[in-house]
C-alpha cells in the first residue's frame, strides 16, 4: 500500500532525476475504492476480537487465501495473545513465510485447543458456518467471521459506504472488514501525483482501458496528495466498529 514514506524514499532516490516508467497496481483505479488505511482497520479488527475474549462458546473465524490477509489474524494474535487454528496445508505455507517464531507457536492444527480459526475465504457462508456449529456438538453456540476484502469498501454496497459491513443470520456474523493489500483508488492518485512519472504502466486488467483509467489519477481536478490521504484518514475514523463494517 501506497504511502507518503514511500514517495519520499523513492524521490530521495532519483535526487532530483524525473521517474520516468511507473509500474501500478491498478486494482482499486476507480474513484468508488476509497478505504482506510491498513492500520486503522488492523485495529478496528482487535478492538472487535478483544470484545469477544469473554465470549467463550463463540466460535471466532479469519477468513483468508493460500497467501495473504496473514496481517489481519497474524496481529489479533499477537496483541491478544491467541491460539489460532489452521489447517496442516496452511500452517506448512505459513512456516514457509519466515514469521517471527512466536507467530508460528501461535499456530496449531489441534482444534480442540482454541476456538479463534483461520479458513479459506470461501468457507465464510452463513450454511457453511451453521454447519461448523452443529458439527462442535454444543461447544459453539454462536459465530463471528471476519472477511478481510477491500471490495466491501466501495459506493456498491449498498448503505455502507467505505465502512463496510456486517451480515447477520441466526446465531452468526460475518463481519467484512475493509482490508486489502492493494493500494485504494486515493492513494493510487496520491502515489502518481507526488511522483510524477513520464509513463505508467497498469499490472491489472486490459491494457488500454486500465492506461486510461490510470492516467486520470493525474487529472487536473484530483486532490492534493496530504487531501487525498486525509481523505482515507476520515474514513478510518468511520470504520472504528468493524462491527458495523476489508484482495
Not at 59 to 70: M, Q, R
Not at 110 to 120: G, I, Q
Not at 139 to 156: E, I, K, L, Y
Request: aromatic share 6%; glycine share 8%.
Amino acid at each position: 500500500r501506497y504511502e507518503p514514506r514511500i514517495g519520499a524514499e523513492v524521490l530521495s532516490a532519483l535526487g532530483g532525476r524525473r521517474l520516468d516508467l511507473l509500474y501500478l497496481d491498478n486494482t482499486y483505479c476507480d474513484p468508488r475504492h476509497v478505504f482506510p488505511p491498513q492500520a486503522a482497520v488492523l485495529e478496528a479488527v482487535q478492538r472487535e476480537c478483544r470484545l469477544l475474549l469473554e465470549s467463550r462458546r463463540t466460535l471466532v473465524l479469519f477468513g483468508a487465501y493460500t497467501i495473504g490477509k496473514e496481517r489481519v489474524f497474524l496481529l489479533a494474535a499477537r496483541s491478544l495473545g491467541l491460539r489460532l487454528h489452521v489447517s496442516a496445508a496452511r500452517l506448512a505455507t505459513l512456516s514457509c513465510l519466515d514469521l517471527p517464531r512466536a507467530d508460528v507457536e501461535r499456530l496449531t492444527t489441534d482444534a480442540s485447543a482454541t476456538r479463534w480459526a483461520v479458513v479459506p475465504m470461501g468457507h465464510l457462508r452463513f450454511d457453511r458456518i451453521k454447519a461448523m456449529l452443529q458439527a462442535s456438538n454444543g461447544r459453539f453456540t454462536a459465530a463471528v467471521a471476519f472477511r478481510p476484502t477491500g471490495w466491501c469498501a466501495s459506493s456498491s454496497a449498498a448503505g455502507a459506504g467505505a465502512a463496510g459491513r456486517t451480515l447477520r443470520a441466526g446465531a452468526t456474523r460475518i463481519i467484512e472488514v475493509p482490508y486489502s493489500e492493494h493500494s485504494s483508488f486515493g492513494e493510487l492518485q496520491a502515489c502518481v501525483r507526488e511522483l510524477r512519472p513520464d509513463h505508467i504502466v497498469p499490472t491489472v486488467g486490459e491494457a488500454k482501458a486500465a492506461r486510461a483509467a490510470c492516467e486520470q489519477l493525474r487529472g487536473p481536478k484530483a486532490a492534493p496528495v496530504q487531501a487525498t490521504l486525509a481523505a482515507s484518514a476520515a474514513s478510518a475514523h468511520i470504520t472504528v466498529s468493524v462491527g458495523e463494517c476489508g484482495v
